[in-house]
């Protein structure tokens, strides 16, 4: 992952992860034709306005800090998770690729998913939240 700079905003910090991320995927998996239709979308909310990313992943993630943050893998499934994480999991095409990654591979999303959640509940001022997850998933 990039290096973040301390002078970087937490919505700057943010986006740069994403789009880092998604540029990665997307060479990872050059056939998963959802990651490059989520990527512009990233793309055109983030040209209009900073926190429009932000404001496009964190809703379908903030409820899930404890499958995140324990890497449940249900997260990528089609199930529960996936339905209410739709609209970044089953939208980036995560899902169609998650059961054929290797273990480095989902070692690595994992790292991502895990550090874009902290920084957008940071950027979404749920600070509060974030620490109950951590509470949780480190006792």
Known sequence: MQNIQKSDTIIDQFN???????????KTFPTETKLKIWYMHFQTTKRFNSKGPLEY?????????????????????????????????????LVNIWDSSSSNIKEAIWGYIQSIYVLGMNGTKQQQKLREVLTIVNS
């Open 16 to 26: 740069n992860l994403v789009d880092e991320f998604i540029k990665k995927m997307i």
């Open 57 to 93: 992943v964190m809703p379908s993630l903030v409820d899930l800090g404890i499958p995140i943050m324990t890497k449940d893998d249900s997260f990528f499934k089609k199930n529960e998770y996936v339905e209410y994480a739709q609209s970044f999991s089953e939208k980036t095409g």
